[in-house]
């Protein structure tokens, strides 16, 4: 949509557009100034430097943290793309109340907020007498990105035409090798979306991380979040500025994409 | 039906992982001490939250809910606004913008929220700003106004992208023709474009209500003591009280609500954002 806008309109848009910036930006640009603060005062300056930088990257929590983060974020968004595209299938092929069951059993981590889901995966992993660790984090994380995946896999699988499965057996495949050689092919962007969709929202977890994580193993979120609960730390400038260039770059990168829609914008979920 | 076996290991997982820790938290929430094995079965969690006559319970369920309802509707006001104008912006203009509005949301939140950290304290950036130019300092860090300007903070984004979305779908030809049929601008606004952006709007609600309203880490960072949100209670009885039972009632009690409330807007919260 777009309307006739008088000069004055234009104008009030402008400097509410602005103020709005201002507000989303000003705090972030703090940040990324005082990181460069050679003073661990925020009141004075002290002089350009990179000492902040300099001993984030000898924080060697903060660097198993991270470490931790990436392998957590890439091993669970395969293993939920795998379970997920499962699932979808199941979803697709299934008919009658038992599919409505499954369907909103597998809406319920998308529903629950995050702190009911940390909550009950916790419980689930005491009940068990589970110890806490990296693989109760990777299996926290992989429900919680399943249904994000069956949902990006669903819409695919219901453009495919139905005939194709039939045709592919018909002609001799074995269902197995007719999903892997036809169904997957067919609903393969689907597929990519989720993955980067759970790549995505794995990162960005913080709230089921720091209720499913064990002594010694930790997220980056989890990291920062004790460290803030500390107090200001410019360590902590320093990392939100790399982390700042890093998301301008893979947003510029994936924007610059020539298929990219006009003016919609992405989401994270 | 094909796949027998695909869908029957699916529906296993599922129960195993989705349906069976919300039944635990039920199970933990109406027996005494699971965690100390004790099973029997009692309600004492759920009369302990509901106890009238020391109400500290029910009175932090009422600030969460009042504290989330003040920053929706702020962002409402706040993002209503924004999202229009951006929409009215010519395409080349607003899809940079957009991506600079997306750009925070990309940085993880509890950064976002600790940069208020420097900017709010006492003898933070704000005050350094408003006594150089001969102003009083105020007070906000540690107090409720500065938890309600964090989860507006972090969560404006989510308002104004759903009805971004469905702003720029709107057919502008319904909009010209009631200004042609003699409505006033205000009118055009209030009783076509809004009605024609209720969904988004109502999505973009639930997207900062449910968040909000179960935080727990804004509310330690920015408000410190001074505001105890039902997320920090539900927080402490796992993480520091170790009363797994009086935790799990207090899940399930937020649970109820949160579906309540997203039940009376309607839809979910991943509704109308389009991937």
């Known amino acids: 949509m777009n309307r006739r806008q008088s000069k004055l309109m234009k104008v009030t848009s402008g400097v509410y557009a602005a103020f709005i910036f201002l507000f989303l930006y000003a705090p972030i640009a703090v940040l990324i100034g005082l990181s460069f603060n050679e003073s661990k005062l925020r009141s004075s300056w002290g002089g350009f430097s990179l000492k902040w930088y300099a001993s984030l990257f000898q924080n060697d929590r903060l660097m198993e943290a991270l470490w931790t983060t990436l392998l957590l974020a890439l091993l669970s968004a395969a293993i939920a793309t795998v379970i997920g595209t499962v699932a979808a299938l199941a979803l697709h092929n299934m008919r009658g109340p038992f599919r409505s069951v499954l369907l909103s059993v597998t809406n319920i981590p998308m529903l629950n907020p995050d702190i009911v889901t940390g909550v009950s995966m916790l419980l689930l992993f005491t009940f068990f007498a589970y110890p806490m660790g990296f693989s109760t984090l990777l299996m926290s994380h992989v429900a919680f990105n399943v249904p994000y995946v069956c949902m990006s896999v669903l819409p695919k699988l219901k453009q495919m035409n139905p005939s194709l499965i039939d045709a592919a057996m018909d002609l001799g495949m074995k269902p197995m090798t007719a999903i892997w050689k036809v169904v997957v092919p067919e609903v393969l962007p689907g597929v990519i979306t989720g993955f980067l969709l759970a790549i995505t929202m794995s990162i960005d977890d913080f709230i089921i991380s720091f209720f499913t994580s064990g002594v010694g193993v930790s997220t980056l979120s989890v990291e920062i979040y004790s460290m803030t609960k500390r107090g200001i730390n410019p360590e902590i400038n320093a990392l939100s500025t790399i982390m700042v260039v890093v998301v301008l770059a893979l947003l510029i990168a994936v924007n610059l994409r020539p298929d990219h829609k006009d003016g919609e914008m992405i989401n994270i979920g | ?275």
């Open chain 2, 1 to 275: 039906m094909k796949y027998k076996g695909l869908t029957y290991t699916y529906t296993a997982y599922a129960f195993a992982f989705f349906f069976a820790p919300l039944l635990l938290i039920l199970f933990y929430s109406l027996t005494a001490d699971a965690a100390g094995r004790d099973f029997t079965f009692t309600l004492a969690h759920f009369a302990r939250f509901f106890d009238f006559s020391h109400p500290q319970y029910m009175k932090v369920l009422v600030d969460s809910f009042r504290i989330a309802l003040i920053s929706t509707v702020i962002c409402l006001l706040l993002g209503y606004p924004m999202a229009y104008v951006l929409a009215n912006m010519k395409p080349r203009v607003r899809s940079f913008l957009s991506l600079l509005f997306v750009l925070p949301m990309w940085m993880n939140f509890l950064l976002r929220t600790y940069a208020w950290m420097s900017l709010l304290e006492t003898n933070g950036l704000i005050n350094m700003l408003l006594t150089a130019i001969g102003l009083p300092p105020i007070t906000i860090m540690y107090t409720e106004k500065a938890v309600i300007l964090g989860m507006v903070y972090n969560y404006l984004p989510f308002m104004i992208l759903p009805i971004y979305n469905s702003l720029i779908k709107l057919d502008g030809s319904l909009l010209d023709s009631a200004d042609d049929l003699g409505a006033s601008p205000w009118q055009t606004f209030s009783k076509v474009t809004v009605p024609l952006t209720k969904p988004a709007i109502f999505s973009g609600i639930n997207m900062v209500f449910m968040p909000s309203v179960t935080t727990f880490a804004i509310s330690t960072l920015l408000g410190g003591s001074s505001t105890t949100l039902i997320g920090t209670l539900i927080e402490n009885q796992f993480k520091v009280a170790n009363d797994m039972g009086f935790g799990s009632a207090m899940s399930v009690i937020i649970m109820i609500f949160v579906f309540g409330t997203s039940a009376l807007s309607g839809g979910s919260k991943d509704e109308e954002v389009g991937l």
